[in-house]
């Protein structure tokens, strides 16, 4: 044996013997108190979790609700409630929805699901619709129905809680302004879920993450809950203690500790619900029964002994296997070491002990390959240092260029100007001349222009926009017309009206646009189609222009976005250069792709507000 492996068996043998015996006598009478306090932090964790699980579902309703506004305006405003019904029946359906309601912009509700009774009633008085349809302002939050209200909501019968005298419900709604194509508030859609009798928004998934039974208390009363019934004795209905719910419902503080439930003692944890005027309307629990708590405690007591048993008796053999296996691993570690004190640094260590050596090990693996990607990344980095001044050496050289070209443009201009005065009689090859010098002049004043804009810090002022409405105006744009016309280009638009308005600059994205679909008509000198689409994708919004033209070569694609790049005869090459620094200022990306002799298309996604 090594001197490392004699000193760990000897460690093993001394430590495991009188230490281990008070050790395990102070753990039996502790190791309650311990399961005690670990609920307890579990407790708090759950809880925190359950509360989320709450806000998720409430987050979820408001999302849901949210994206049905385009879908409900159209077919409100063609008239089509019964095609209106049967869709949002199966949208109902799948999202368990215990009401979903449409009003028209004076608060008559039009449209009722699962209640048609409901429809042709006046609920402008709710303060969620009111808001909705006075201020545009969309609300999801907790509430509390009174009888009358759950009748006008087709939901009494379904919330009545026993042991309740005067039954009220709790719901969990969302409300949005109904929007037209005119930003004009033209109705409300309101969902949401009933509470009382129901497990199966709240309290299931909290049992599902957590393991935890749950409950949900409308004031101080029981409506729903995961609590197991006892005999004729149901949580449902009962009240949480006086004083817990004092503390919770008037103090608005969250409570950690021991409580009753149907004869049965808890570790619980509770904590208030609000309603949208911050008042809180109820409670949500969670809980384990302490019986649950102390029959864990005990197996761990039985585990514990046999386990002080068992390492007694096979101390010597683990003290020298380990200890073989650490000096191993340490010997690793040191040969590891010298490799790369060599220069050696592909060189990796294998130790596979699952312990603070392997630790050590895998820290000298992660070193290694920092200290290879830092030496290839201080290489990229001065590659791309180079590339940055040149490109400040560009941008200095072609704002002097500009200015100088500038005045000599002028000075030509004016000679062109007196030239033109001078003439007389009929000099029409002279004069054609002339104006095709203007025209040449007017092209290079455009690329000045083009140069400035590069060289120049770009600023976005970024209004809500729809950014069909920015494709629409591109598309009217006259050069581009005549561009489409000549080149007997046929354009094809796949606009969705669903997607969402986006944050944007109208005129750089205009701008974007307009070299996007320059690029593609003069790839298509002889005729194809231009396809414009947009789609929602997640967070992002699409924009494809797409096109049949010539292709792009696999040598040039990777050069596409390099500024002054350009495989036409005109034009400087920073089309695609300023569309792409524009988009990302916009905190999206631009993807292309190209097969030649087959077309183009590119994807400009942009981010959904949030």
Known sequence: MGKIQNKLVRQILLTSTLPLIILSAITVSFLGKMAVSETHQRLKSSLNAGSTVYDDVCNNLKFTVRDQNRRIYTLMDENQLDLLKNEYAKIVKENRFDFFIITDNFGSVRVSIP????????????????????????????????AEELKQFGLFERSVIFGIPATRGMIIQSTFPVINNNEIIVGTVSAGYLLNNNNAIIIDPIMENTAFISSIFLDDIRICSSVPSQGDEYAIGSRLDPQKSVLILSHKKDYLGRIRVINEWYLAGYTPLYNSQRQVVGILGIGLPEALVYRLRNNLVKIFIIAVIFSLMLAFIIGSWIGGGIVKSVNKLMRGIEAVMKGDYEHQIRIESRDEVQEVGNFFNKMTSQLRSARKQLGETHKQLIQYEKMAAIGRM????????????AGIEVSIYYVKAKMTGDLTPLSNKIAEI???????????????????????????????????????????QDMIGNNKVVVE????????????DWTQMKEVFSN???????AMPNGGTLKISTRASGAMIEITVADTGSGISKENMQNLFTPFFTTKSKGLGLGLFIAREIVELHKGRIELSSEENKGSRIIVFLPVPK
């Open 438 to 480: 203007e025209k040449e002049i007017s092209y290079a004043h455009t690329l000045l222009n083009n140069i400035s804009t590069f060289v120049t810090s770009r600023k976005v002022v970024c209004r809500e926009t729809g950014i069909n409405n920015i494709l629409e105006d591109t598309l009217n744009n006259p050069l581009l």
């Open 493 to 504: 638009k796949d606009l969705d009206p669903s997607v969402p308005a986006v944050m944007a």
């Open 398 to 409: 072609a704002a002097v260029l500009s200015h100088e070209l500038r005045n000599v443009f």
């Open 516 to 522: 996007l679909c320059l690029n593609a008509v003069q």
């Open 115 to 146: 209640n048609p009774s409901l429809e042709g009633q006046n609920i402008a008085n709710y303060s969620y619709v009111r808001k909705a349809l006075l201020k545009g302002q969309f609300s999801v939050s907790t509430e509390v129905l009174d």
